[in-house]
């Protein structure tokens, strides 16, 4: 069995918390980490009697994000009851918009290969609770303990078209989808908390047939790492049966990242058996123009906004503009070293570099990057002047992270200041010369790069203070003359 031999066609859910400060119907928090079962009412628990009321700004958000991308709104919405048992499920039923959804029509592009995604729907609904399995998994557990903080928290869930056909297409579209859901403030998309997770739903079917494979759903994936390896899986789990002359079972399944496999949940249910009907206690959801243009109005920038104003008005390669808006913080943060004098390609040099390497090893989110706009501009200004020299200014950065200082009280109190004085530089420069007979004859001999290797001892010998530029100039005379 060969891959070329098969085609996979991927349809990915993905289900986003809100980033409101109550949940859907009800006024309990939505805070995460707090003690389980802390932030619950009669609402979010269903007991009788309890009546649900919409949450202002989670539609506002799902608005956003419809906008964001590019989806059809529809002023006319209605809820409906979603009738399913499980044990986090207090109610018996999920609110949620089945008939007309909040929106309709969006999409994403990826660039490898140039591809448009649709976005079949964006709808709003509640979130469940949370099982806490005591045991290895749901298979193995001895008992399960259940968490309502999560219950009613506000979701928009977004559902694509059938459009992808690999694993790294699915990647794509999930990075630049959480990507403008965070910089339109409408999640903080964190995967390890659960405020974005996918379900995949993947067919296999022979190449070069016209009869579609069965969809198999694998549910709840909350990496990108875990989507790329479980569509991989499934494929090949699923190529391997056609193989064999076997039938893919229409299933739910489980991925286990530990075994690196798919194990079956239940039989793929249809809309039928979820007995969907309007919501009873809610009426439908009118959204006049004017709210609508309010919200649009009131729209961050998004990434490829971003990206164009970078390399339209600032000169940056696409490369850079697209690292630079990976995440709002980080775009902000150069934002604001512009704004403050520095040289854009310069800021973005040292950000997608020295800062991002030293968050990296550090284990820093970009909410938490570790110095002040205000001190890496005045770094590249002292750079920039001549003050310090290249290598002396990513010591001085890293200093300036891990003790707080400013780059001028670090270059003064322990004497950085680059070496520039001819007198100085000259003595420093004889005595490599005469350290150095083999080198210095490769440079009468036009070997250029012993060059490098006789401006590399003096700066060793000056402690990366000296002016390399004047060094190399020094050399080259004191040497060919």
């Not at 070329?4 to 918390?17: F, K, N, P, Q, S």
């Not at 009669?42 to 700004?57: F, R, S, Y």
């Not at 940056?316 to 775009?331: H, K």
């Not at 902000?332 to 512009?338: A, E, G, L, N, T």
């Amino acid at each position: 069995m060969t891959e070329r031999a098969y085609d996979m066609t991927i349809g990915l859910e993905v289900h986003v918390e809100l980033l409101t400060g109550s949940k859907m119907f009800c006024r309990c928090s939505t805070r995460f980490g707090d003690p389980p079962n802390t932030n619950v009412c009669p609402v979010c628990t269903g007991l009788p009697g309890a009546l649900p009321v919409p949450n202002h700004e989670a539609v506002k958000l799902g608005l956003r994000a419809a906008l964001g991308l590019g989806a059809r709104i529809n002023l006319r919405s209605g809820f409906d009851r979603k009738n399913y048992f499980y044990p986090d499920l207090p109610k018996g039923y999920q609110i949620t918009q089945y008939r007309t959804p909040l929106a309709e029509d969006g999409f994403i592009e990826i660039s490898e290969p140039p591809k448009r995604i649709r976005i079949q729907r964006i709808h709003l609904e509640e979130d469940t609770g949370k099982s806490i399995h005591a045991g290895d998994d749901i298979t193995t557990a001895e008992y399960t303990l259940l968490d309502f903080n999560r219950c009613g928290v506000p979701l928009i869930e977004i559902v694509s078209e059938p459009d992808m056909s690999s694993p790294e297409e699915a990647r794509q579209y999930l990075e630049r989808l959480q990507r403008v859901l965070r910089f339109a403030g409408v999640s903080d998309v964190k995967m390890e908390e659960g405020s974005m997770r996918v379900d995949c739903n993947i067919s296999v079917k022979p190449r070069g047939t016209a009869v579609s494979g069965k969809p198999v759903e694998i549910k709840n994936l909350s990496s990108f790492r875990a989507v790329v390896r479980a569509l991989s899986y499934e494929f090949q789990r699923q190529a391997r049966l056609l193989e064999e002359g076997k039938t893919v079972v229409r299933e739910t399944r489980h991925w286990d990242e530990a075994k690196e496999s798919t194990y079956p949940l239940r039989t793929k249910g249809s809309s039928q058996d979820y007995r969907y009907l309007p919501e009873p206690d809610l009426p439908d959801l009118v959204l006049e123009e004017s709210f609508v243009e309010e919200v649009k109005r009131d729209m961050p920038r998004l990434p490829a906004e971003i990206v164009a104003y970078y390399t339209e008005k600032l000169g940056l390669p696409e490369y850079d503009a697209e690292v630079l808006t990976l995440d709002p913080n980080l775009s902000r943060f150069f934002d604001d070293c512009v704004e403050r004098g520095a040289d854009p390609k310069t800021a973005a040099n040292w950000i997608m570099g020295d800062i991002m390497g030293y968050m990296n090893r550090q284990g820093l989110t970009y909410e938490k990057i570790p110095l002040s706009t205000e001190n890496l501009v005045e770094m590249l200004g002292l750079l920039k002047s001549g003050v310090i020299s290249g290598k002396i200014a990513k010591d001085v950065l890293v200093k300036v992270i891990e003790t707080g200082k400013t780059p001028s009280e670090i270059v003064k109190e322990e004497g950085l200041t680059q070496v520039s004085d001819e007198g100085e530089l000259l003595s420093i420069i004889q005595e490599v010369i005469s350290a150095n007979p083999g080198p210095v004859q490769d440079v009468k001999n036009g070997k250029e790069k012993a060059i490098g290797f006789l401006v590399g001892q003096v700066m060793k010998a000056t402690r990366g203070r000296a002016n390399p530029a004047k060094v190399n100039i020094m050399l080259k005379e004191k040497i060919l003359s």
